[in-house]
């Protein structure tokens, strides 16, 4: 392009965005948000390099070094949620208490899968969330490979009493993970006898990815469970090169009957409307791999910090400023949908429900769904986190435990982060403390605490659409 | 600094490179090496988008994925032997053989790991090569953390009837190889009766990392595995917070006598002088985890692929461009050790080994050692690489099985490569196909190509120092 041409380009660019339709806030909001200038620098100094520094991290280490991975229905999730109720009272907050709600109880057990032929080999597997176990002697049967649920459509011939590999090339999580949600219904549909799923996730060091599943009611429930990509792309040469693979699997797992877990919820009680709320969440339960440090101590225990920096500061918000840590987010935000059931109605004097489930790296922003006037409120606040690169508003925030408040249109929002190594960890053994970093925690702890309290502080709860 | 002042660095640098004393190579040399820059081009071509394209990437799955890891002593190694004579005899080369040598067998057997206080957890590990047993009830003790030998020797006096976990920072391979080598007696010194130790690696996704120790006489063998970084970080932490550490170890590994193996041999027979050799190498054997395809299955197989491609382009070299595949390298050199016991008194007609055990990623060029004319010409070779960025010639080549040969000033050669993720799956069950990439085996077969045919065609085998 040329300059001329791009001189004219910048030109309509500006004209463009002078005439947009964007909303404009009231001289007053955007002086009442400026004025929250001096506390923003205050919250991000107390969290960066006042006594807040490295307290998140340090405090999750703890945390999960002490009670490990953390799955719904385990003694493991049920101890540690008193110790988290514990440590929140020593924190000082108001209103600690325990919300019960009927949780899933699924346990894993012994599991192995053997390759028989066409040599021996072990090869590594979690089982599916919620799969069904083997008879106790295992399955023992030849395998067959399949890339996509198209090719399974065109040998779907060749599945009967086949353990089905399935091998898809990983797009994204949200896309690859049909295969792992509903593989093994599909498979059973023509027969198969088991499914073993390549972990879905970008990148890998031999480790297997676990993560919920779903069965379709009309078909055989049969064992399902994640292999190593490594593994799924060996499985696919094999075959490919014409050798016949047999495969032995046991697996123990089970469902039990659902049992009373508790949602986590402290608060700092609003000085003027203290019956509104302003939510920021994670959930504490995870999967039984790894030490459920990034999926989701970490959202969980920013979310706790926000709190922890606003009560350090000696600062009281006009509203409430909840934390809540939901259970049995890993089944499907179990937990987290009896709390919306509960609740639903008081939407109106929720301003907004903050998530972080999708890591804790270095902020860049949030993600926020709600009105275009309550979008150009947080993007005015976003404006306080410019000195930590921090200040972006972008589209399509949420979470699972908190998208059931869109149905009220209640705004949610999460955190934006340097996320692109999540699903390297995501469910998995890798998941641990030496995934995070201190310091990226404190930025998000801030990001999350100056939202937080400006909401919470604001004259009004945010616009609905 | 100052313009000026940059100028005369220059030509401060100009000066004192014209008054170098670098090897001046004769003019005919010179030329004799520019002539094969059509026959080089050749084997790019030959490698990059013809026959050989892929066919060393190809090969090397399907032998990993039929025979799996390789450990010395083991009849996975032994068949793996037979069927590569078979597939070196069927690719035509001459004088395909074994070379019968006594090799370590060292049995793994079952092993587990796990933490009892302050929480219940599986630790995951693998056995250190050479490592003993456990008694059969195995061994439950308290662990201490050390960082280093020097908090070892400050705190010798907690160190008895202990197990003691080393979790030192890495910094290199060559520096923190050192806790896995020599852990084990350091610790057993002071009356440990078991030590784990920290996987030695840049990064980690819950993985461990096996590989060689070394037992003091003068000290009881005590049992020694690696655990994960993670875990290393775990333990360390629970100590530093005051935890007691209580943890049951389990280990079946046992030596057993020596057994017979072979190093595999096949040769492309020289026209002129047939008794002289240009030697290149990689490993068969591996450890007994992931698939031993980047360590060293990717070094032997690009090995091979040099010789197909010389006799794929009909070249027959004046001297004998010979193969070797070492059997157990794992265990310190243990094949190539006796290879070179009984064919030093030969060195002399030895032009040089080349050894690729570092990685068989992206090319840039050579590592060498030898005399700095052998290193002239080596660097002359090289120009005939710079249409695929491969010419440079870096100091320090060789490796574990043909260091034996500087004894003898026989120069020896490794493959520089891109290779900034070996030590992330290197001995780990992530030592797997899907580690390589065929287009980078390509380039790395044609620089061992353009090399050994070159060097094997030469008037003169390589001047010493």
């Known amino acids: 392009m040329e300059a001329l041409s791009i001189l004219s380009g910048i030109l309509l ?256 009680k609003g000085s003027v409307y203290p019956d509104q709320v302003v939510v920021v969440s994670g959930h504490l339960d995870s999967w039984d791999v790894g030490q459920g440090a990034m999926d989701d101590g970490g959202g969980a225990f920013i979310s706790w910090q926000a709190l922890s920096i606003v009560k350090g500061l000696g600062l009281t918000p006009k509203r409430t400023l909840r934390l809540v840590m939901w259970t049995d987010e890993e089944a499907g935000g179990i937990g987290s949908q009896q709390y919306y059931q509960r609740h639903r109605e008081d939407a109106d004097k929720y301003s907004i429900l903050f998530e972080s489930d999708e890591g804790v790296f270095l902020p860049y922003g949030i993600l926020f769904s709600g009105s275009a006037e309550a979008k150009a409120i947080l993007q005015q606040i976003g404006q306080l986190l410019v000195s930590i690169n921090a200040s972006e508003v972008y589209d399509n925030g949420g979470g699972t435990d908190v998208d059931w408040w869109r149905e009220e249109k209640v705004p949610t929002a999460s955190l934006a982060n340097h996320n692109e190594h999540y699903f390297w960890y995501h469910h998995s053994n890798g998941d641990t403390m030496d995934v995070l970093d201190p310091e990226e925690m404190n930025l998000c702890s801030a990001v999350w605490a100056v939202y937080a309290y400006v909401l919470a502080d604001l004259d009004d709860v945010l616009p609905r659409g």
Chains 1, 2 share one sequence.
């Open 13 to 268: 660019l500006l004209l463009s965005g002078a005439q947009s339709h964007e909303p404009v806030l009231s001289e007053k909001l955007i002086r009442d948000i400026s004025n929250y200038s001096e506390i923003a620098l205050k919250i991000i100094d107390y969290s960066l390099t006042g006594p807040g520094a490295n307290q998140s991290y340090n405090r999750l280490a703890t945390f999960v070094d002490r009670y490990g991975p953390r799955l719904s229905g385990s003694s493991n999730l049920e101890d540690s949620i008193d110790h988290m109720l514990y440590l929140l009272q020593q924190d000082g907050l108001d209103n600690v208490h325990g919300e019960e709600v009927n949780v899933t109880h699924w346990v894993r057990g012994k599991e192995i899968a053997q390759l028989l032929e066409p040599r021996s080999a072990e090869l590594s597997i979690l089982g599916l969330g919620s799969s069904v176990g083997t008879p106790e002697e295992g399955i023992t049967a030849d395998a067959v490979v399949m890339r996509s649920f198209d090719e399974l459509e065109e040998r779907k011939d060749e599945v009967k009493d086949r353990i089905v590999v399935f091998n898809p090339t990983y797009v994204s999580y949200p896309v690859t993970v049909a295969y792992r949600v509903n593989g093994a219904s599909r498979a059973s549909k023509y027969g198969a006898v088991a499914t073993l799923i390549r972990t879905v996730g970008p990148f890998s060091i031999y480790s297997p990815h676990t993560g919920m599943q779903v069965y379709n009611s009309s078909v055989p429930a049969i064992p399902t469970a994640c292999i190593t990509i490594e593994d799924a792309n060996m499985l696919d040469r094999l075959e490919r090169a014409g050798e016949r693979l047999t495969i032995h699997l046991y697996m123990e797992a089970q469902t039990l009957p659902m049992v009373i877990s508790r949602n986590t919820v402290a608060e700092i």
